[in-house]
């Protein structure tokens, strides 16, 4: 019933993917997306009913048009008539490039790797152009070599799958991506994992899972994508990006295992997904823009991230970014936004609305002063951080840190931060009641708790010399 229901609402909203597949029905052992339930129906959020695009009514998301006619000629191309025998032995990367290649010289060519199979690939950058449409459509597991011993060396070991150049493509599918990373989070130059629990020096790279690389109107859906030796999605320089109905997970202690990570990106929609990892929910780095997130659960995790920005004196540029709807629990940190000093640009137009969080550090951050050795030197410079609003925020943190913490430039000012409904309790323990708050301008239309006096009216005399840099 519920998988019968689960086909119904998820198989009108793949683009490209039409009901010709038959045996996707009959398959008897779907690996069912988690249901985004807890993050949507906490707060009502809309869930997807079969008649409803995929696509944001947003008339400027450049996404693909669901109406767009479908050639309906066969044209899957399936690894194992390529070769692929699917033992999770067998290095069945030949077997993926063919059925790649071939899909792309065809419009709305499937690469499929079917159900009840297991592949290992090794790392490999699948490219385009394509002819638009492809799809790439994991129904069995897909996996890299297990740990950096098997890792061929002349692979790179900074990430496994790459899809770079391509536009109008689809990545889906009811199988898994397993990354295998334990034996990466377990090298000695990890943190604690050298003898005696010390960190070995590095260099340390490990591969991130699933990369996307100068691309656009790309659809990611449905798929179950764990334990990746690092990042496990990333997305540069790319443009309409739909992300729906996604299960990320790795262990709490896996390090820097970003779930999906965005940076020079723009037009990105990230809807009911379920992330549990050891790092960063989702993180947006430098040039994004225009990013809706939607119906996400994070947790255990890192939070919701926007930096590190400006690092090395570098400009940045981030505005229009909203996550609604969202639970974050047993995090690290809640909505977090950091900067270096130094830096030069602007962070402008975020809102954060109805967000429940359940036992989180940090729940608020802003952290100007973000320095991983923690001797960095006070700048004059900084990015501009304007108009932020945060509503509707509520839950418990874990007392070890306040909960609310404005550290602004002391140069630049943060101004036109609005809080509203903005209530947080401990978890357990006792109410921390002195939230950090430095050089920030704004208003609190409701009383916050806890409460915060230091949001000052109005703005400020001077902007500083960075200000507005026309990001
Ligand atoms: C559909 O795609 C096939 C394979 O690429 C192509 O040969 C055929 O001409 C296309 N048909 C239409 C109607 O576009
Ligand atoms: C680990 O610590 C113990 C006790 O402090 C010491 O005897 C041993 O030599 C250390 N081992 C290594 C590999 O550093
Ligand atoms: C902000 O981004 C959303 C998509 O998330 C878009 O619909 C909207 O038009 C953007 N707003 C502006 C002012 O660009
Ligand atoms: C930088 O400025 C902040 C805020 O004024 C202050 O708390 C901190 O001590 C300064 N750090 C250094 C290294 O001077
Ligand atoms: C303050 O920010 C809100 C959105 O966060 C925006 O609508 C408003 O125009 C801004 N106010 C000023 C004075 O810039």
Avoid at 141 to 168: A, H
Avoid at 239 to 257: C, F
Wanted: with cysteine.
């Amino acid at each position: 019933m519920e998988t019968l229901l689960l086909l119904l609402i998820v198989f009108p909203l793949l683009q490209n993917v039409d009901s010709r597949y038959h045996y996707h029905k009959s398959n008897p052992n779907p690996i069912p997306p988690p249901a985004p339930a807890a993050a949507a129906a906490a707060y009502n959020a809309p869930i997807a009913s079969p008649e409803e695009s995929p696509i944001p009514s947003d008339p400027s998301y450049n996404g693909p048009a669901p109406s767009q006619p479908r050639n309906t000629s066969s044209c899957i191309f399936d690894v194992t008539d390529f070769g692929a025998v699917g033992d999770g032995a067998s290095d069945e990367t030949g077997a993926f490039r063919d059925a790649w290649k071939a899909a792309c010289q065809v419009e709305n060519g499937v690469v499929l790797a079917p159900s009840d199979m297991v592949f290992t690939i090794t790392s490999t950058i699948f490219s385009g152009p394509c002819q638009p449409g492809l799809v790439f459509q994991i129904d069995g597991v897909l996996m890299p070599p297990d740990g950096p011993e098997c890792w061929p060396k002349s692979d790179s070991n900074k990430q496994w799958i790459v899809f770079y150049r391509m536009d109008t493509m689809t990545f889906t599918g009811t199988g898994t991506i397993e990354g295998n990373g334990q034996k990466w989070w377990d090298l000695p130059c990890k943190p604690h994992k050298g003898p005696n629990g010390s960190t070995l020096p590095g260099p340390c790279d490990s591969p991130a899972m699933i990369r996307f690389f100068m691309s656009s109107n790309l659809v990611v859906t449905g798929l179950r994508i764990q334990n990746s030796p690092q990042f496990h999605m990333k997305f540069d320089g790319c443009e309409g990006v739909l992300i729906d109905k996604l299960s990320i997970s790795s262990p709490k202690l896996s390090p820097n295992t970003d779930g999906i990570h965005i940076e020079n990106t723009k037009s990105v929609g990230i809807y009911n997904s379920v992330i549990a990892n050891g790092d960063d929910c989702i993180s947006i780095g430098t040039g994004c823009s225009d990013v809706d997130i939607e119906a996400v659960t994070c947790g255990p995790s890192h939070g919701i991230s926007i930096g590190s920005l400006g690092v090395h004196n570098s400009r940045a540029c981030v505005s229009n970014i909203t996550v609604r709807n969202a639970v974050i629990k047993d995090s690290d940190n809640g909505l977090r936004i950091k900067t270096w000093q130094g830096g030069t640009g602007s962070v402008s137009s975020l809102t954060f609305e109805n967000i429940q969080m359940e036992n989180v550090r940090n729940c608020v951050i802003i952290d100007q002063y973000y320095c991983l050795t923690k001797a960095c030197r006070n700048e004059t410079s900084a990015v501009y951080l304007t108009d932020v609003t945060y509503r509707n925020i509520k839950g418990t943190y874990d007392v070890r840190s306040p909960p609310i913490h404005f550290a602004c430039s002391d140069t630049i000012a943060c101004t036109n931060i609005t809080m509203s409904e903005v209530e947080l309790l401990p978890y357990e323990g006792v109410l921390v009641d002195d939230p950090f708050c430095w050089n920030a301008y704004g208003v609190q239309e409701t009383l916050t708790i806890p409460p915060i006096d230091c949001l000052q009216d109005g703005m400020p005399e001077s902007l500083g010399e960075n200000s507005l840099p026309g990001c």
